[in-house]
């Protein structure tokens, strides 16, 4: 299944127990969601203020997470609206998963 096949089928659930197709999302709360998931699951330092906490609930296992960071990012990436501010952070993010692989490898 190609990445358009699969982001039309993957689904983020909001604080509301709403469900939302990504590729539908406005670019906004793509980027927001992300900057939510990347605040709670990341070392504190590296959070994009501001932070707001957030009650993460068993359906947010570790697996859909990591779904959601990789659907959400890729479809960023195919998006024509990024802001400064997202373009920035996104960056920043980039840049700490890639120095982060870079550490772990022997």
Known sequence: MTHDQLAKQFMWKDRENQFHLIHE???KHLFFTLRMIWNHYTPIQM?????KKYKIGTFYSKEYISD???HI??????RND??????KCLTKMK?????NLLESKP
Request: negative net charge; aromatic residues 14%.
């Open 95 to 99: 840049e700490y998963i890639d120095g």
């Open 68 to 70: 959601a960071i990789k």
């Open 25 to 27: 999302m406005d670019t």
């Open 47 to 51: 959070r994009i203020e501001p932070y």
């Open 82 to 87: 990024l802001t400064p501010y997202f373009i």
């Open 73 to 78: 990012t890729r479809e960023l990436g195919t």
